[in-house]
């Protein structure tokens, strides 16, 4: 079956640290890849994705992602990590389906300032 | 705020009542879906609609699960006999037209709370 698993489930940074989150994927066929951003209260938001090209994505406020077809990967990497980063982050793939999205469990991420 | 609209925000219901979201995507969409998300997990996957043919159904809306989209426009989830098990966050989302082999990106509304006692 189609799935997206996220490795880490609760991170802890300080600011200014780097950030990785692993997603995983496994399925074959057109590989569109996608982060959601869910901040404390608000609804999810499209942080960055990957339909095809270059492997190294560059969404909003400073995330980037780097698809790895060898290693099924697409991780979330930030140099510099904000208090303000602190919400909830999903990977998301193609789901069974033809159009449904399947989601990763999920990182909550809090960075202590 | 042209975004994904959704009502009620929050729902507490008895178990064995029926309860109806409704969905209001951004209006040039023409594909919505609805999701449905518990405490520590991502979405999942419940029903799409592309105009107003819904398309697919997951096995995770039983038979006490209906939705409609009757104008191609907003879309409404109906839970019937509603379950303590149905205690959720339901999202909707929306997306625009994309070539048939890529997954457009979506754009998600601020979900409906469902509280079942």
């Known amino acids: 079956a189609q799935s997206v698993s996220q490795h880490n489930h609760h991170v802890i940074l300080s600011e200014a640290a780097s950030l990785e989150l692993g997603c995983n994927y496994s399925y074959g066929g057109t590989v569109n890849l996608f982060w959601y951003v869910q901040y404390p209260g608000q609804h999810l938001q499209l942080l960055l994705k990957?339909?095809?090209?270059?492997?190294l994505v560059k969404g909003i406020k400073g995330f980037e992602a780097e698809f790895i077809k060898s290693k099924f990967s697409f991780n979330l990497r930030k140099p510099s990590v904000q208090w303000s980063d602190t919400a909830e982050y999903f990977c998301?793939?193609?789901?069974?389906?033809?159009?449904?999205?399947?989601f990763g469990s999920g990182t909550r991420l809090q960075v202590q300032p | 705020d042209t975004g994904v609209s959704q009502n009620p925000r929050h729902k507490i219901t008895k178990r064995g009542q029926n309860v109806t979201f409704r969905c209001d995507p951004i209006s040039e969409h023409n594909r919505l879906y609805w999701y449905r998300q518990t405490l520590g997990q991502g979405p999942e996957f419940l029903t799409y609609f592309q105009n107003e043919a819904q398309l697919e159904k997951s096995r995770l809306l039983s038979d006490r699960f209906s939705a409609e989209r009757p104008k191609g426009s907003f879309s409404t989830l109906e839970i019937q006999r509603t379950e303590q098990g149905d205690s959720a966050m339901y999202l909707c989302a929306s997306s625009s037209l994309l070539s048939d082999t890529q997954h457009g990106e979506q754009y998600f509304g601020p979900g409906t709370r469902l509280t079942v006692t």
């Open positions: 998301a793939g193609p789901g069974t389906g033809r159009r449904a999205l399947t």
């Open positions: 990957y339909f095809s090209g270059d492997p």
